[in-house]
């Protein structure tokens, strides 16, 4: 969904949200798969933000269907 709205002529926020909770390691590497191109992934190459949330989430959008 990221990837069609980046490359759409949509306009303003857009609410991409599952309402399930992921981390971003989680997300990166969905992303990396579905490309065939998990080696472009480098975890751990810099030490953790403590700042940084455990993971991502938000309200999902009863007119997305994922």
Do not use: H
Not at 43 to 59: M, S, Y
Request: charged share 25%.
């Amino acid at each position: 969904m990221i990837a069609d709205v980046a490359l759409s002529d949509r306009q303003g926020p857009v609410n991409i949200c599952s309402g399930v909770p992921i981390t971003v390691r989680q997300l990166a590497e969905q992303i990396a798969d579905q490309y065939g191109r998990r080696d472009l992934l480098k975890f751990g190459a810099r030490p953790d933000n403590l700042f940084d949330p455990p993971c991502v989430v938000g309200v999902a959008d009863p007119a997305i269907k994922a």
